[in-house]
């Protein structure tokens, strides 16, 4: 394949799965419906699960999809922004071809104006947005818009409490009001005790219980299940007694550890179970091992491989709810650990509201831990591409052109707010760049315009906000894989690969 064949290919590629996100962008954006193969539907306005779901075949359109999930992991929101502006990109860079630039020249001009757009971001002037608004801006066109002012104060009040974004999970349980959603500090396990937890009753639970964490099961199986034995049936009866002796002494080291209730990361046979229990002991199964290590942090207790007497337990609370059918334990302790408790009518709306959750509580942490705020409605954009667009002369050679080209990609975020609100994407970027030209000529006028989704046409963003490394990591991973992409200039398959 020639080199243009390849970029070409390639460049419609990302603009197809771009095609698939893009009308999601903004406030007024649609939702997608994904159905699977087993009828399995997910519905949602996240530009980063859309790109997870689809499939892609494609491998510049993996790369793309990988970029959306860096995004995510970096700035908690802005997915959608990064991907549709790294195909524009790439759609641009085709005038550029067409032009006679070389790949290397639109790298190079693409990596100037990248550096240029984010010394320009940075000395930009800060919005004083409160994280109020920086916690709606994030879930606006989301569907738990309705609440979002529940919404923005309960990320709010986590983030205050907790520090950071990383230190909480949330926990989605279907039934009930999202008004009612709140933050618990602890663990909460969707579990219940093996057998319902009868002798749950019996313990002292003001005094808080000894709880022993072990990264184990209290199976029957053998240490080593790669090894195979043949036996004839009378061993296979010894065998069997083998195991459960082990079983019955490990429910004994439990019981002398002086554990009220033992959480195990695996499984539990039922003799073990029926021993404990009858000793007042509370078994609980399968929690995964992350959950462990989080509660070993509240209950600042060592995690076990092996029970004997002298297994060190921690003391905790624990107490049962049951919402909608469904049991879970609220564990806590030195309340290092947060659980913010999501309630919502189904679970196909509930997943979305954690995801909505997840990203109004990542750019409230960002701010929370040092970041400052920028204009959102795509305004920031718009104006580091009026910046871009004076600065590109002082750049020699044809790279200008790129710088050029770069700066109208810019303006594809506050152009596609607009076109999925319904109102025509030129006129509002014209009127922006018009009000930002005043503002240049007379600073004392009002700042950052961007598109009024309810009306049509421009107004003010005060109260659309965004952390700058949200849009630093959106301009810089977008550069990144655009100019990645360009420098293919052929895809061979691997040896291996079908
Ligand atoms: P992303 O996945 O990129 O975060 P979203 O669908 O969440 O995509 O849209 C985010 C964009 O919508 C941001 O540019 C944000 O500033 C903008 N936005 C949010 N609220 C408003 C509003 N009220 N008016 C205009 N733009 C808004
Ligand atoms: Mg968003």
């Keep these: 394949m020639n080199e243009n064949t390849t970029q070409r290919l390639n460049i419609e590629a990302v603009k197809r799965i771009a095609e698939t996100v893009r009308t999601?962008?903004?406030?007024?954006?649609?939702?997608?419906?994904?159905?699977?193969?087993?009828?399995?539907?997910?519905?949602?306005?996240?530009?980063?699960?859309?790109?997870?779901?689809?499939?892609?075949?494609?491998?510049?359109?993996?790369?793309?999809?990988?970029?959306?999930?860096?995004q995510e992991a970096n700035a908690y929101d802005g997915t959608t922004s990064t991907?549709?502006?790294?195909?524009?990109?790439?759609?641009?860079?085709?005038?550029?071809?067409?032009?006679?630039?070389?790949?290397?020249v639109i790298n190079k001009g693409y990596t100037a104006a990248r550096n240029m757009a984010v010394e320009y971001l940075e000395g930009m002037e800060c919005a004083n947005g409160g994280l109020l608004a920086i916690a709606k801006t994030a879930i606006t066109g989301k569907s738990l818009e309705a609440s979002e002012d529940k919404v923005a104060e309960l990320c709010v009040e986590t983030i205050d409490a907790v520090g950071h974004a990383r230190n909480v999970k949330t926990l989605a349980a279907p039934g009930g009001s999202l008004s009612d959603s709140y933050l618990f500090r602890g663990v909460v396990l969707n579990k219940d005790?093996?057998?319902?937890?009868?002798?749950?009753?019996?313990?002292?639970?003001?005094?808080?219980?000894?709880?022993?964490?072990?990264?184990?099961?209290?199976?029957?199986?053998?240490?080593?299940?790669?090894?195979?034995?043949?036996?004839?049936?009378?061993?296979?009866?010894?065998?069997?007694?083998?195991?459960?002796?082990?079983?019955?002494?490990s429910a004994k080291a439990i019981v002398s550890s002086g554990a009220k209730v033992v959480v195990l990361r695996d499984g539990a046979h039922d003799t073990a179970v029926a021993y404990?229990?009858?000793?007042?002991?509370?078994?609980?199964?399968?929690?995964?091992?992350?959950?462990?290590?989080?509660?070993?942090?509240e209950l600042k207790?060592?995690?076990?491989m092996i029970p004997d007497s002298t297994c060190s337990t921690g003391v905790g609370f624990i107490t049962k709810e049951n919402y909608n059918g469904v049991s879970y334990l609220f564990v806590h302790s030195s309340n290092t650990e947060s659980t913010l408790v999501l309630f919502g009518a189904t679970q196909?709306?509930?997943?979305?509201?954690?995801?909505?959750?997840?990203?109004?509580?990542?750019?409230?942490?960002?701010?929370?831990?040092?970041?400052?705020?920028?204009?959102?409605?795509?305004?920031t954009y718009l104006a580091i591409a009026m910046h871009l667009r004076e600065q590109a002369s002082t750049v020699g050679g044809r790279a200008q052109?790129?710088?050029?080209?770069?700066?109208?990609?810019?303006?594809?975020?506050?152009?596609?707010?607009?076109?999925?609100?319904?109102?025509?994407?030129?006129?509002?970027?014209?009127?922006?760049?018009?009000?930002?030209?005043?503002?240049?000529?007379?600073?004392?006028?009002?700042?950052?315009?961007?598109p009024d989704v309810e009306n049509g046409g421009v107004m003010e963003m005060t109260g659309v906000y965004e952390p700058t490394s949200l849009i630093r990591c959106a301009i810089s991973g977008a550069t990144e894989v655009a100019n990645a992409i360009l420098r293919i200039d052929d895809?061979?398959?691997?040896?291996g690969s079908e």
């Excluded at 009828?39 to 793309?64: C, F, Q, S, W, Y």
């Excluded at 209290?218 to 049936?233: F, G, I, K, M, R």
């Excluded at 895809?491 to 040896?495: K, L, T």
């Design 348 to 379: 196909s709306t509930l997943d979305e509201v954690q995801r909505g959750f997840d990203d109004a509580l990542g750019v409230v942490s960002l701010i929370k831990n040092g970041d400052s705020i920028r204009y959102g409605g795509g305004s």
């Design 83 to 104: 991907v549709v502006l790294a195909s524009q990109l790439l759609s641009n860079s085709e005038g550029l071809f067409a032009k006679g630039l070389h790949p290397n």
């Design 301 to 304: 207790c060592p995690i076990h």
């Design 193 to 249: 005790f093996i057998g319902g937890g009868d002798e749950f009753d019996n313990w002292a639970n003001e005094e808080g219980v000894d709880i022993l964490l072990l990264n184990n099961g209290l199976t029957e199986a053998p240490d080593s299940p790669n090894v195979s034995v043949q036996v004839d049936a009378s061993s296979y009866g010894k065998v069997q007694t083998m195991g459960r002796d082990k079983l019955l002494s």
């Design 401 to 450: 052109m790129a710088i050029e080209s770069f700066a109208d990609a810019l303006e594809i975020i506050p152009a596609t707010i607009a076109e999925n609100a319904g109102f025509d994407p030129l006129d509002t970027v014209l009127e922006m760049r018009h009000k930002r030209a005043n503002m240049q000529i007379d600073e004392t006028m009002p700042t950052f315009y961007g």
């Design 276 to 297: 404990l229990r009858k000793q007042g002991i509370s078994v609980i199964q399968r929690v995964p091992e992350s959950t462990l290590r989080r509660l070993s942090k």
């Design 491 to 495: 895809v061979i398959g691997r040896r």
């Design 24 to 70: 999601t962008l903004g406030p007024l954006g649609m939702d997608k419906m994904m159905v699977d193969g087993g009828g399995n539907v997910i519905v949602t306005n996240d530009g980063a699960t859309i790109l997870r779901e689809v499939d892609t075949a494609h491998p510049a359109a993996k790369m793309v999809v990988e970029v959306s999930k860096m």
